[in-house]
């Protein structure tokens, strides 16, 4: 998975990624205060639709979150990796 360019308009799926990394949090801006755009983890939309639809385990998905946000981003592996993933799964289910 990597980060790509922010869908133009999102679906109810979407919209609910978008919450989850959002209260995820990766890279803190979120935690930092107000002011940071809703749309700050949009790049990730597309790629873990992508993802969610070969059915990955939540430990390869966790993996894969945790690789971009290292690569992509450039950071730390951020901490609640897995339990991001599990929410990210059931938004398909």
């Known amino acids: 998975m990597q980060t790509s360019s922010p869908p133009r308009s999102l679906s109810p799926e979407a919209l609910r990624i978008r919450e989850i990394l959002n209260e995820w949090d990766p890279i803190g801006v979120h935690h930092i205060g107000r002011g940071w755009p809703a749309d700050e983890y949009d790049d990730l939309i597309l790629p873990i639709l992508g993802a969610l639809e070969s059915a990955p385990t939540a430990d390869d998905l966790a993996a894969e979150l945790r690789t ?21 799964l059931a938004v398909t289910r």
């Open 68 to 88: 971009v946000v290292e690569v992509d981003y450039g950071l730390p592996s951020p901490g609640g990796c897995h339990d991001v993933a599990r929410s990210l």
